[in-house]
């Protein structure tokens, strides 16, 4: 009696050769139910049983951006021109929370998920990439509360308006997602084994702010330090940030040669997250 | 004729390294890089011991799995089985893709889903509704496969009236019902599944035993089935594969797999053997409990024929004594006593063997404890060995098993049922 395998059918197979681009994005694809419903899951259950529930995502940037106006424009002096200081950092906090929210949401998947993971496979990614799509929706609350503002400046007659190149918007808010996306997946393959990461983002993010130009235009540092410009010229979220003052107040240059550094960044970023983050999720769970 | 392969595992292996995992595996981490980098092998492959958790060991890394070969026929339901820590769980991991095999390669011929936990992905605060959908997706299923099933998954789960009440307040026997009443819709072609049936009460282990039954038999699906539980892996399984510190011991039929195991799990701190060579008057030179092949034996399946052979010393003036043992429970309830008057048996003095068998299907299954006694009634004892042997009687397919741990008695009594009268 012979044994006829018919080994060039498998539907699929399991090794250790861990092939070093081994994204599977029809996979993802197949699991985009589950992507929805992790999204779902996350809207539902993070006001449940709270009084104001989402009210909560408009009173942060509302209140950072008042204790910013008084601190760093009344009391330091910092000039933001002819737009009003606290739309000025109004605009620049809502942008920086989304790059916050994404990167601390995804910055500890392995260690956050290892109970789900351990017990049931599904393309790790999906787990991180549905947080930056539900982050998306607390982004566009603040938008709705910046847009309110904006109108209540505009129309009391401040030199703000909507330069053309805010077509480009969408596309910033992508980079900023994949950029945070990539960075997350980065820290939490590293994360698995030497958690002093952890500490690190901690107070990393809120240092990293400093130098992002979110309450102050870019201009100002190469007008008043100029040996500490590179902290803010090679950072990459600087240019988004400022890039989405110009589109949103017309405040400020465009700076075609700083956004094209960011998309290279970004991808870059994006690339090698992925190729950590597919080498980690095989074997995390052994040490995490 | 030719076979049908579903699942093959060829060569697998899985190295774990033990202890803290701190500032010394980034050196290690390096020290690997440094040797993949010069086209060495992995320096961390070669060391590794078996994994035997009762022993110390002088290597950080054990083998948790090694060399494991074997293959699966399409529709055969195979039971895993082996102690606690002989890599059952492990090689359900390496087949579920939580984790990824050091050495060798697992091939599946179709779609394969696991239930390696119930509940997985449950979200206390969503309702129960909502958690079928989470939880059918994170076990595969399209949310369309899952809304064409809702209805028969609520229905099957019992939790009709508190399906849109958030799943926390849900007792704990609601939780798993619900959590099985997804999984139990599944339809993979190969379906693994980890103890899951070790939770729950009994009517929900009878339904859930018998939901498996369906989906192996009607279904003609792959399933592939860790448990503890003797009778619902006899009840289920064709085949059986016994896995022992890590390696294959046994792959065949059922029965004889369940022997083997139950052979193999000797002196997990059960007595089977007492020996006293010192006897100086009359007493106990040995005692031992055998299993129908004459082999030293501390578990027991509940049918099984159970052996104690006495060997006594006996002196003259002690020619009228008594012996005989007493078995004791877990619990220190007394089940029975037996003895025998030795002056029915023997006229001399000397070294007699003495072999007693108990009754099969008779004790329930638990552990128990013997003590011995040679006496003369209500005169003097003359050797007293106490709970000098234990045993364990477990549990393979009485018409209890799906009782679980509920106590339902000390012994199975055949009593004469007749029915009277018909209203």
Not at chain 1, 4 to 18: A, Q, R
Not at chain 2, 92 to 106: A, N, Q, W
Request: contains cysteine; aromatic residues 12%; neutral net charge.
């Amino acid at each position: 009696m012979s044994i006829k395998n018919t080994k060039e059918t498998w539907l699929f197979s399991i090794s250790p050769n861990n092939k070093f681009f081994s994204i599977n994005f029809n996979e993802i694809w197949q699991y985009r139910d589950l992507l929805f419903l992790f999204v779902k899951r996350d809207v539902i259950t993070a006001h449940k049983q709270t009084v104001l529930g989402p009210l909560w995502y408009l009173i942060q940037p509302l209140f950072t951006s008042i204790t910013f106006t008084i601190i760093f424009n009344n009391l330091a002096g910092i000039e933001t021109g002819s737009v009003p200081p606290f739309l000025f950092n109004l605009t620049g906090i809502a942008v920086w929370n989304y790059f916050t929210s994404c990167l601390t949401g995804t910055s500890n998947t392995f260690a956050n998920n290892a109970g789900i993971f351990g017990k049931v496979y599904f393309p790790r990614m999906i787990s991180p990439l549905s947080k930056v799509i539900s982050n998306l929706l607390k982004f566009g609350i603040q938008l709705i509360i910046l847009t309110v503002f904006y109108l209540y400046f505009y129309l009391n007659g401040a030199a703000i308006s909507l330069n053309f190149s805010f077509i480009l918007f969408p596309f910033i808010v992508l980079i900023i997602g994949i950029f945070g996306l990539g960075l997350g997946m980065i820290i939490s393959s590293m994360v698995t084994k030497y958690r002093d990461l952890n500490y690190l983002v901690g107070f990393g993010v809120q240092l990293l702010m400093y130098v992002s130009a979110v309450m102050y235009p870019m201009a100002l540092v190469q007008q008043k330090m100029p040996n500490f410009v590179w902290l803010v010229k090679y950072n990459p979220l600087a240019y988004i940030i400022e890039s989405t003052r110009h589109m949103i107040l017309n405040v400020g240059q465009l700076s075609i040669g700083g956004l094209v550094y960011t998309l290279g960044v970004t991808i870059a970023v994006f690339i090698v997250g992925i190729l950590l983050f597919n080498r980690t999720e095989k074997n995390f769970i052994d040490t995490v | 004729m030719r076979k049908d392969i579903i699942l093959s595992i060829e060569n697998v292996s899985k190295q774990y390294r033990l202890g803290q995992i701190g500032t010394g595996a980034l050196g290690h981490d390096l020290n690997r890089w440094w040797h993949r980098i010069r086209g060495k092998e992995d320096p961390y492959l070669k060391i590794g011991e078996v994994n035997d958790r009762s022993t110390k060991g002088t290597s950080d890394y054990v083998w948790a799995l090694k060399d494991i070969n074997f293959k699966v026929e399409r529709g055969e339901v195979v039971g895993v089985i082996g102690k606690n820590g002989a890599g059952k769980s492990t090689l359900l991991k390496l087949m579920s893709r939580v984790t990824s095999p050091t050495t060798g390669e697992i091939n599946f011929g179709g779609r394969v889903a696991s239930l390696l936990e119930v509940g997985t992905g449950f979200h206390g605060e969503m309702t129960g509704r909502e958690n079928i959908f989470l939880n059918g997706a994170i076990l595969g299923m399209t949310k369309k496969e899952i809304a064409s099933k809702l209805d028969e998954i609520i229905e099957f789960s019992g939790c009709e009236r508190y399906i849109d009440t958030p799943v926390k307040r849900y007792s704990s026997g609601m939780y798993v019902r619900l959590a099985f009443a997804v999984a139990a819709f599944l339809e993979p072609e190969i379906l693994i599944v980890d103890e899951v049936l070790a939770v729950g009460d009994a009517e929900f282990q009878k339904k859930a035993i018998g939901k498996m039954q369906d989906i192996s038999r009607g279904g003609g699906r792959t399933v592939l089935f860790v448990s503890h539980n003797m009778a619902a892996v006899k009840q289920l399984c064709s085949k059986v594969i016994v896995l022992e510190f890590g390696t294959v011991v046994f792959e065949g039929n059922t029965n004889d797999g369940i022997e083997y195991y139950l052979q193999s799990n000797q002196y997990d701190g059960y007595i089977g053997h007492y020996v006293n060579e010192a006897v100086e008057e009359s007493g106990f030179v040995s005692l031992a409990l055998l299993d129908k092949n004459d082999a030293i034996r501390t578990e027991f399946g509940f049918d099984e024929l159970i052996t104690i052979k006495i060997n006594v010393k006996v002196t003259e003036q002690h020619l009228n004594s008594h012996i005989g043992f007493r078995v004791i429970d877990r619990n220190e309830r007394v089940i029975f006593t037996s003895e025998i008057e030795l002056a029915s048996e023997i006229d001399k003095d000397g070294l007699y063997q003495f072999e007693v068998k108990l009754p099969q299907q008779f004790l329930v299954p638990n552990k128990f404890k013997l003590t011995f006694g040679m006496h003369i009634p209500n005169v003097a004892l003359i050797d007293y060995q106490e709970e000098c042997l234990s045993f364990e009687i477990v549990e393979t397919g009485s018409d209890f098993h799906m009782y679980g741990n509920n106590d339902y008695g000390c012994i199975f009594v055949d009593c004469n049922w007749n029915l009277i009268k018909v209203n």
